[in-house]
């Protein structure tokens, strides 16, 4: 578990969850930035939903949209984090 800890991929998965978080706060500013550091790290077909929002920022006027991307955005870091814990063990 140390090598996850320090790895430049668990930071991109923290950027995910972060990314999220400050999404379903509202915070769109915040959130595409943090999404955006995550990409760096993450398989690119399994970003392709969520490069429209930032190439679209549009997409999150709403507060409902706001909940919907976050939500997808979840999805993605449990997935991603699931991967990585099965790779460590």
Not at 14 to 20: D, E, I, P
Not at 32 to 58: A, C, M
């Amino acid at each position: 578990m140390g090598k996850l800890k320090n790895s430049l991929q668990a930071d991109a998965l923290a950027n995910l969850y972060r990314s999220a978080f400050y999404l379903g706060l509202g915070e769109v500013g915040a959130a595409l930035s943090f999404l955006k550091k995550s990409f760096d790290r993450i398989e690119k077909k399994k970003l392709r939903n969520l490069k429209k929002i930032v190439s679209h920022p549009s997409l999150l006027a709403s507060k409902k949209q706001q909940l919907f991307w976050a939500e997808k955005i979840l999805d993605l870091y449990r997935e991603e984090r699931d991967k990585m814990v099965e790779e460590e063990i």
